[in-house]
């Protein structure tokens, strides 16, 4: 993307500034517009509920408070939620990343024996599939319904992902596989003492990827899922924007049972709103995310052309 | 030495008539490390892709999937005359064709501006914020626009109605009218910037002699800009193309179910249900599988279909196709 320093520059003429001048605002406002609706709530979540309730807040918090912060973080259910997202996360990442990964790996061997029936069977998917019902049938019939488990096994073979992987590995000298077998190592021991430790940029992308997909997913809960205590964050998310009372419960749970909670609110004039629960729960669904993707953002553009080189 | 090269010859032909099995055996360490992924991919894909056989019969609860009573195409016949699929169809093509024609080609233009910007920095930053709405989910992309578009108190209505282009707050979300420029609009806010990555990168690759010779020809910026930036890339744009007709009919289930609730916003349902949602209603919600299977199939199909089709044309014209 950078300009070739030595390059022949030409004169500029008028036009050239009147463009400069569009592009750079057309650009300042898509980074506005894409940043104002996050900075937004997180001022309101960072607001005082009676004072939000007046309008007018902006991309700053008017009257500073950590108030719905600390009504999230009181709730029982919360931190069992995001236990349970915690734990999909990890769980799913590292074990996609290893199923996957080595998946990817083995493919990108040209002396993978029925290679060309593997590459067949890992296509056809990519057109066709099952549908939802279908799906649902199997998960059914597994007797995953209601199992921690159907938030991590249906996930642990992602195609796109293992084909960004085998290109990745493609890529990599073939010197490397064969001084390693003359050594006598075998392809596991190849695979994670060799090209694994080379392969951060991928490996940090797919992991993103993973990451992100697990903690972001909500279908499989809201379908698969009856037991409460297996729920994650986003669905909890999704109960408090779709039934205000539940977020009325929580702000009313603030002081020990509901109805001395209820009361207490009352006596205070009711210190916290929907809006205000709503946004704080939200900005702590989105937190991690936002902590880790500017350390692995750096890799995923990398990561993304090493795979679209090869399709 | 002669002798030996025949052997040679003669070990190598009899390897290639060794039994397939045999020779994954002999590779075990190698084989193991891609058969638990093909194990999962069996019950996880294939599975439900032999599922499809209930659109064909008659499922009754208790029945072992794929061995009910065949009904052949009865329960596409029935998608076909239902008396809501016209209005389900209407609305997935006009979400889809908004997205194509509009939310397709944005990405594009973003991409050669952010390619024509004079500040470093100023691109870096555009581009680590606009790729981050990507990563969030549409549960907390749904739940930022109701705030954000909310009635009482949501910013862009107060924003509207403090430099008084309106009287009355508009609610975005109660009419069925707003609701695909809704998602369209929404769409490009989430996934302008992810989208226009591969463009970035395409453009990164054009060799920086082409603009040289276009300055010693005397070409203006916007020349360059049409004839070799997007003339470079347009390869990357067919394929990127190709894919979108083929997904015609995929019209976003995350991003419908949460702004309508689940589908339970009764006041969007005429414009928000779509083909997915419809068949989740159907087929998950109100249980009726073989109806919902065979609406999956017919969608899937149709997707084939169309990517097909407009990989031939790309391949016809000249251009670069997929396969």
């Keep these: 993307m950078a300009k070739n320093p030595n390059k022949i520059v030409a004169k500029k003429v008028v036009s050239d500034y009147v463009l400069d001048t569009i592009f750079t605002v057309v650009i300042i406002l898509v980074l506005i517009t894409t940043l104002y609706p996050f900075l937004n709530s997180l001022a309101i979540s960072l607001n005082d509920a009676d004072d939000t309730i007046k309008g007018g807040i902006t991309f700053y918090p008017r009257v500073f408070t950590l108030r719905n912060y600390e009504l999230v973080f009181t709730n029982p259910k919360i931190w069992k939620a ?160 779709n039934e205000a009372a539940f977020a009325e419960r929580m702000a009313a749970a603030s002081g020990g049972s509901a109805d001395a909670g209820a009361i207490a609110n009352m006596a205070k004039g009711k210190s916290t709103n929907v809006r205000s629960i709503t946004m704080s729960t939200m ?12 350390f692995l953002q750096r890799y995923f553009v990398k990561g993304i052309m090493v795979g679209s080189v090869k399709g | 030495m002669r002798l030996k090269k025949t052997q040679a010859n003669g070990q190598i032909a009899v390897k290639r008539k060794k039994n397939v099995f045999l020779r994954m055996l002999e590779q075990w360490d190698l084989q193991i490390l891609v058969i638990p992924g093909i194990l999962l991919m069996i019950v996880f894909t294939y599975l439900p892709i032999y599922g499809i056989l209930m659109g064909f019969q008659e499922y009754k609860l208790g029945d072992f999937p794929g061995m009910s009573q065949w009904v052949g195409l009865k329960y596409f016949k029935e998608l076909l005359t239902a008396a809501d699929f016209y209005r389900v169809l209407r609305n997935t093509l006009a979400i889809s064709l908004l997205k194509m024609f509009i939310g397709f080609p944005l990405p594009i233009l973003f991409a050669v501006m952010l390619n024509e910007l004079q500040f470093p920095l100023l691109r870096k930053t555009v581009q680590t914020v606009s790729y981050l709405p990507h990563f969030i ?28 282009l309106v009287k009355e707050p508009i609610g975005f979300f109660m009419k069925g009218e707003y609701f695909w420029a809704l998602v369209l609009c929404t769409d490009i806010w989430k996934e302008l910037g992810w989208n226009s990555i591969i463009f970035i990168s395409a453009i990164t690759s054009i060799s920086q002699d082409m603009y040289e010779a276009a300055d010693i020809d005397g070409a203006t910026r916007l020349q360059k800009m049409w004839y070799i930036t997007i ?33 339970t916003n009764a006041m969007l349902r005429d414009y928000a249900d779509v083909l997915d949602t419809y068949i989740y209603r159907m087929g998950i919600s109100l249980r009726r599988f073989s109806f919902g299977t065979a609406g999956g199939l017919l969608k899937s199909v149709v997707n084939f279909a169309l990517l097909c089709l407009a990989n031939k044309i790309a391949d016809m014209v000249g251009e670069t196709a997929l396969f």
Excluded at chain 1, 283 to 294: Q, R
Aim: net charge negative; aromatic share 14%; glycine share 8%.
């Design chain 1, 82 to 241: 995001y236990g349970i997202t915690i734990a999909r996360t990890v769980i799913g990442t590292v074990g996609g990343l290893l199923i996957t990964g080595a998946m990817g790996f083995a493919m990108s061997r040209t002396g993978l024996v029925a290679r060309k029936f593997y590459t067949i069977f890992c296509l056809i998917p990519m057109y066709i599939g099952g549908g939802l019902v279908p799906t649902y049938f199997v998960i059914k019939e597994l007797g995953l319904i209601d199992n921690f488990w159907v938030y991590i096994l249906p996930a642990l073979v992602n195609l796109w992902n293992m084909i960004l992987m085998r290109s990745n590995f493609a890529a990599q000298p073939e010197a490397l596989e064969e001084s390693a077998r003359i050594d006598g190592a075998d392809y596991i021991t190849i695979f994670f003492k060799i090209y694994w430790p080379i392969s951060t940029p991928i490996i940090a992308t797919i992991a993103l990827y993973f990451g992100v997909q697990h903690w972001n997913s909500w279908y499989d809960a809201s379908v698969y899922i009856y037991n409460q205590d297996l729920k994650p964050m986003q669905t909890v998310l999704m109960s408090i924007v």
């Design chain 1, 283 to 294: 900005i702590v669904t989105i937190i991690p995310v936002l902590i880790v993707y500017p």
């Design chain 2, 137 to 164: 989910s549409w549960v907390v992309g749904a739940t930022l626009m109701f705030d954000f578009l909310a009635v009482d108190g949501g910013a862009v209505n107060e924003m509207l109605m403090a430099i008084g």
């Design chain 2, 231 to 263: 003339q470079s890339i347009m390869p990357t744009i067919i394929l990127m193309f190709i894919f979108q007709v083929g997904g015609l009919l995929n019209a976003n289930f995350d991003q419908i179910m949460q702004f309508t609730k689940q589908m």
